[in-house]
């Protein structure tokens, strides 16, 4: 991971780890999902961008996701 990104990944506290995120997906794989998430901000921003038009959950990713320096 480049070195901004690992500064941002420390600052966030939902970050899961490789394993983590593996071991969730294969569970759910189990299941009848097609469309799986492993946290709450991807399921977030999933259902924001079914009732928020394009831009606005644009902005709201521009401002919430790490940025390279």
């Known amino acids: 991971m ?3 990104m690992e500064e941002a990944a420390s ?3 939902t970050l899961l780890s490789p394993e983590s995120a593996a071991g969730k997906i294969i569970s759910k794989c189990k ?3 097609f469309l799986i998430t492993t946290n709450f901000e ?3 921003f999933r259902f924001l961008s079914k009732v928020l ?3 606005a959950v644009a902005a709201l990713m521009d401002t919430s996701l790490p940025r390279p320096k």
């Open 2 to 4: 480049p070195g901004w």
């Open 11 to 13: 600052a966030r506290k």
């Open 31 to 33: 299941g009848n999902k």
């Open 42 to 44: 991807i399921a977030l």
């Open 53 to 55: 038009p394009d831009f």
